[in-house]
């Protein structure tokens, strides 16, 4: 049955994103021609609106002014330790677990040379410059474990001053997860990355 343009062409907008189908698509946008105009405004808004964040000029991290909440926090602008992350779910994922009260640096991407991403176009400088002007003592590098993953990390560690503390983030088992489950990597990780009890 041939459906009105403006509704394919909803459908064809959300099935652009990932996870959905054009069957999911269109039940979506099918939904949608229920709301009333006010509310079908409201959503083309936030959309339209997601080109116009900022990324926070030291750390990366989305944001409505120069500088996001983070980077000017009175206590955590202050911290000494700087975490660096891969990309801002990385970034979030961290902030949700509660426990980090030190700054962030976003790489968006890591050291891939097939695919021509190099220290240039990771901006690698930005972050060295951050340590020696910010007085940063520790860095942690919460970067997820890949072979690019790991070459990032062995750049970083003999980039970053020699009097800086450079730390990888562990890997291992997931909470409630069991050995039997887990691939024969995550297990070489986890035993690599053991703790003196
Ligand atoms: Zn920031």
Known sequence: MELPEKLLKA??????????G???????????????????MHFAEAIKG??????CKKCGMYCDQELCRICTD???SQATTLCVVESVTDCLAIERSGHFRGKFHILFGVLNPLLGIGPDELK?????????????????LAVNPSVEGDATCSYLKQA???KTRVDR?????????SLEFVDSLTITKALENRRHL
Do not use: C, Y
Not at 169 to 176: A, L, R, S
């Open 50 to 55: 997601l080109s116009e964040i900022n990324h």
């Open 169 to 177: 983030i562990g890997f291992g088992i997931p909470m409630g997860g």
């Open 124 to 140: 690698l400088d930005e972050l060295i410059s951050r340590v020696e002007n910010e007085n940063i003592e520790e860095v942690i």
């Open 160 to 162: 970053l001053p020699e």
């Open 74 to 76: 009175s206590f955590r």
């Open 11 to 20: 459908v064809k907008q959300f099935s652009r994103l990932p996870g959905v």
């Open 22 to 40: 054009e069957k999911t698509a269109l039940r979506q946008s099918l939904i949608m021609t229920k709301w009333n105009k006010e509310d079908l």
